[in-house]
């Protein structure tokens, strides 16, 4: 494949490949397309859209990369693959063309950009709903279902853009300028893209670039912006009181939690829906940003009253015989199966058993023992790493190894007693048993039915 000064060279043909080239040709500027893979999924669908594209599938070192007038990045793909040029063309990835899409209209709709190793959907999903309720022309998407360029041809009329983003995005994003840029936490994940945890907390920083006002996690110090200078103004929310008058936290009366923006009570715990008190943070943190944005308080309240959650985050799926079963098959790693553990463990009037296991990523399982040998009655490990997870946890709990997660339920089914809570949290990636933790979640939903009590 020829390339020339003048194209744009577009690397992945997934979901976000295809909405950088729809973005491509709407603007009418010249691309090729490649994919690392010999056969990629999309490559069927890319040449009946577009015929008179060239492809290239395959090494990427046979093409001189050198050449390209850009390189555009699909964010699955490692800006370390082999035949990907050190210096040359500038490389950037959708969310970099998204900004500079948006700079170019007379009115820039109001960005809020959320990053952060968990939780990214759910505060991203609540916020877009107070955005809604206080009767706000939004639209929601990034790594979280719509990819930026689709929602920004199919909403034109969008007051207000929000946006879910990962490390993978940020690290081809050098200069993102949102209004509002939210950090909610960092913990393990991704390091065998990054290089270990340095690389992924330097790529996550990336979101405060050019940013506005910045929301941070009193709790965890990674959150915090290496270069304050590049923020007009920082938020914090946390789960201790706050002391400033611009901070959220969590405040305690009596037998009451309520959350808290500066010394006043905005709602107590008990009317927030989701379980856990990580989700309590979570809540703090979509407030902070519909506050910093100027959205009225009321609707913002009564949002959070009605929100539930997302699948498979946390979510309660069945009582049967007196034990509780959580499915929050979206803890992928360890910090967010810590966050269940303990926000959960704090709630629970039995025991804990726990369900984890998977593809580990190469991470560190030994901060799980120490809560769980606090909150748990024992833990069933099963999937491919399950022998590290193992060995990193069976001096402080009982540990229980399986080959497969409903092998891991059936165990759980015949130990549980009255008032325990049997909790799905992984701490792993779901590919060596499932599609994804989509799919892992729906098995273990599925798997209770069968014990569920028809009406």
Same mark, same amino acid.
């Given at each position: 494949?020829?390339?020339?000064?003048?194209?744009?060279?577009?690397?992945?043909?997934?979901?976000?490949?295809?909405?950088?080239?729809?973005?491509?040709?709407?603007?009418?500027?010249?691309?090729?397309?490649?994919?690392?893979?010999?056969?990629?999924?999309?490559?069927? $669908?890319?040449?009946?859209?577009?015929?008179?594209?060239?492809?290239?599938?395959?090494?990427?070192?046979?093409?001189?990369?050198?050449?390209?007038?850009?390189?555009?990045?699909?964010?699955?793909?490692?800006?370390?693959?082999?035949?990907?040029?050190?210096?040359?063309?500038?490389?950037?990835?959708?969310?970099?063309?998204?900004?500079?899409?948006?700079?170019?209209?007379?009115?820039?709709?109001?960005?809020?950009?959320?990053?952060?190793?968990?939780?990214?959907?759910?505060?991203?999903?609540?916020?877009?709903?107070?955005?809604?309720?206080?009767?706000?022309?939004?639209?929601?998407?990034?790594?979280?279902?719509?990819?930026?360029?689709?929602?920004?041809?199919?909403?034109?009329?969008?007051?207000?853009?929000?946006?879910?983003?990962?490390?993978?995005?940020?690290?081809?994003?050098?200069?993102?300028?949102?209004?509002?840029?939210?950090?909610?936490?960092?913990?393990?994940?991704?390091?065998?893209?990054?290089?270990?945890?340095?690389?992924?907390?330097?790529?996550?920083?990336?979101?405060?670039?050019?940013?506005?006002?910045?929301?941070?996690?009193?709790?965890?110090?990674?959150?915090?912006?290496?270069?304050?200078?590049?923020?007009?103004?920082?938020?914090?929310?946390?789960?201790?009181?706050?002391?400033?008058?611009?901070?959220?936290?969590?405040?305690?009366?009596?037998?009451?939690?309520?959350?808290?923006?500066?010394?006043?009570?905005?709602?107590?715990?008990?009317?927030?829906?989701?379980?856990?008190?990580?989700?309590?943070?979570?809540?703090?943190?979509?407030?902070?940003?519909?506050? $910093?944005?100027?959205?009225?308080?009321?609707?913002?309240?009564?949002?959070?009253?009605?929100?539930?959650?997302?699948?498979?985050?946390?979510?309660?799926?069945?009582?049967?015989?007196?034990?509780?079963?959580?499915?929050?098959?979206?803890?992928?790693?360890?910090?967010?199966?810590?966050?269940?553990? $303990?926000?959960?463990?704090?709630?629970?009037?039995?025991?804990?058993?726990?369900?984890?296991?998977?593809?580990?990523?190469?991470?560190?399982?030994?901060?799980?023992?120490?809560?769980?040998?606090?909150?748990?009655?024992?833990?069933?490990?099963?999937?491919?790493?399950?022998?590290?997870?193992?060995?990193?946890?069976?001096?402080?709990?009982?540990?229980?190894?399986?080959?497969?997660?409903?092998?891991?339920?059936?165990?759980?089914?015949?130990?549980?007693?009255?008032?325990?809570?049997?909790?799905?949290?992984?701490?792993?990636?779901?590919?060596?048993?499932?599609?994804?933790?989509?799919?892992?979640?729906?098995?273990?939903?599925?798997?209770?039915?069968?014990?569920?009590?028809?009406?």
């Amino acid at each position: 494949m020829l390339i020339e000064s003048h194209h744009s060279v577009v690397i992945g043909l997934g979901r976000s490949g295809l909405a950088i080239a729809e973005h491509l040709a709407r603007r009418g500027e010249s691309f090729v397309m490649a994919d690392t893979r010999a056969e990629p999924a999309g490559l069927a $669908e890319f040449q009946r859209l577009y015929p008179d594209v060239a492809v290239h599938c395959g090494d990427l070192s046979v093409l001189d990369l050198k050449r390209a007038g850009r390189i555009i990045l699909s964010p699955g793909v490692d800006v370390r693959t082999p035949g990907l040029p050190r210096s040359g063309p500038e490389i950037v990835g959708e969310t970099a063309l998204f900004i500079e899409a948006l700079s170019e209209r007379a009115r820039r709709p109001m960005l809020i950009a959320i990053t952060g190793s968990n939780a990214k959907s759910t505060v991203t999903t609540l916020v877009g709903e107070m955005a809604r309720a206080c009767g706000i022309d939004v639209a929601v998407g990034g790594n979280l279902g719509t990819p930026a360029l689709t929602l920004l041809a199919q909403r034109p009329s969008a007051e207000c853009f929000v946006l879910e983003l990962s490390s993978f995005q940020l690290e081809t994003t050098p200069q993102l300028g949102a209004d509002i840029a939210v950090y909610l936490n960092l913990s393990s994940d991704h390091l065998d893209r990054h290089d270990g945890m340095t690389g992924y907390g330097r790529a996550k920083q990336q979101i405060f670039n050019g940013a506005g006002a910045a929301v941070i996690n009193r709790d965890d110090p990674a959150t915090t912006p290496c270069d304050p200078t590049g923020v007009t103004r920082t938020l914090s929310f946390g789960s201790d009181l706050p002391v400033r008058h611009h901070a959220w936290g969590l405040g305690r009366g009596g037998d009451d939690v309520w959350l808290m923006h500066g010394e006043q009570a905005i709602m107590a715990a008990r009317d927030v829906m989701m379980p856990g008190q990580h989700n309590l943070l979570n809540v703090l943190a979509a407030l902070a940003v519909g506050h $910093e944005a100027g959205w009225p308080r009321a609707p913002l309240i009564e949002t959070v009253m009605g929100f539930a959650g997302l699948p498979h985050r946390a979510q309660r799926v069945a009582d049967i015989d007196g034990v509780t079963w959580i499915n929050d098959s979206k803890g992928t790693n360890v910090g967010a199966t810590l966050a269940a553990i $303990e926000g959960i463990g704090m709630t629970l009037s039995g025991r804990l058993i726990l369900l984890a296991g998977g593809v580990g990523k190469g991470a560190d399982f030994t901060p799980l023992a120490e809560p769980l040998a606090r909150y748990a009655r024992t833990v069933v490990v099963y999937g491919r790493d399950r022998a590290q997870l193992a060995q990193a946890l069976e001096s402080s709990v009982t540990v229980v190894i399986v080959d497969t997660l409903e092998q891991a339920m059936q165990h759980a089914m015949g130990v549980a007693e009255p008032g325990d809570t049997v909790l799905l949290s992984p701490a792993c990636a779901s590919l060596d048993q499932f599609d994804n933790f989509e799919a892992r979640g729906e098995v273990f939903c599925a798997w209770l039915k069968q014990w569920q009590p028809h009406s």
